[in-house]
T-cell receptor
Framework: GDSVTQMEGPVTLSEEAFLTINCTYT??????LFWYVQYPGEGLQLLLK?????DKGSNKGFEATYRKETTSFHLEKGSVQVSDSAVYFC??????????FGQGTRLTINP | EAGVVQSPRYKIIEKKQPVAFWCNPI?????LYWYLQNLGQGPELLIR????????DSQLPKDRFSAERLKGVDSTLKIQPAELGDSAVYLC?????????????FGPGTRLTVL
């Protein structure tokens, strides 16, 4: 079945470091791909999305490119801030309209 | 614009007791979802409504879980009786439609603890 695999956490970085969180998916078709973020005590928020191959989603300095050939949607940010500390979820959706999430990656940024 | 509202935010009950969660979606959103999020895991869909019709309830454990969305707006998810393994966060989400490119907007969730 459709699934999403994220790099295991937790991930701890220093402020201004470069961030990559890996995400790969398995799907029978061509899903839309999403990154959601969950800040402490808050609900899931959409961070960015891409709906077709080679699309790049971007928001708040974060970027991810839909790579059909490697079935990946890695999240990157050039310079992280303490306020980026959160749990990040990669997800896919296609015809069934059911979001399928990865297990989440906890990110902690130290000043 | 108000977001998805859920209540209560926290609930502690003893096993075998009933419990209910309430969700008010974003105004105008026809599609409503209930997800279950276990500790350290990503959310998993329990049920999806389009207006008042449950169009996907394949993951809902129907022996003890039930849901309703009367009038196609607010929704209630019920567990009766609750078991220890039901301790989790229950998330409600809504979207304008149900297409694969439509963003789902999530509420803050209800954290259930079953003792």
């Amino acid at each position: 079945g459709d699934s999403v695999t994220q790099m295991e956490g937790p991930v701890t970085l220093s402020e201004e470091a470069f961030l990559t969180i890996n995400c790969t998916y398995t799907a029978t078709g061509y899903p839309s791909l999403f990154w959601y973020v969950q800040y402490p005590g808050e609900g899931l928020q959409l961070l960015l999305k891409a709906t077709k191959a080679d699309d790049k989603g971007s928001n708040k300095g974060f970027e991810a490119t839909y790579r059909k050939e490697t079935t990946s949607f890695h999240l990157e940010k050039g310079s992280v801030q303490v306020s980026d500390s959160a749990v990040y979820f990669c997800a896919q959706i296609q015809g069934a309209q059911k979001l399928v999430f990865g297990q989440g990656t906890r990110l902690t940024i130290n000043p | 614009e108000a977001g998805v509202v859920q209540s209560p935010r926290y609930k502690i009950i003893e096993k075998k007791q009933p419990v209910a969660f309430w969700c008010n979606p974003i105004s105008g959103h026809n599609t409503l979802y209930w997800y279950l999020q276990n500790l350290g895991q990503g959310p998993e869909l329990l049920i999806r409504y389009e207006n008042e019709e449950a169009v996907d309830d394949s993951q809902l454990p129907k022996d003890r879980f039930s849901a309703e969305r009367l009038k196609g707006v607010d929704s209630t998810l019920k567990i009766q009786p609750a078991e220890l393994g039901d301790s989790a966060v229950y998330l409600c989400a809504s979207s304008p439609l149900a297409g694969p490119t439509d963003t789902q907007y999530f509420g803050p969730g209800t954290r259930l603890t079953v003792l």
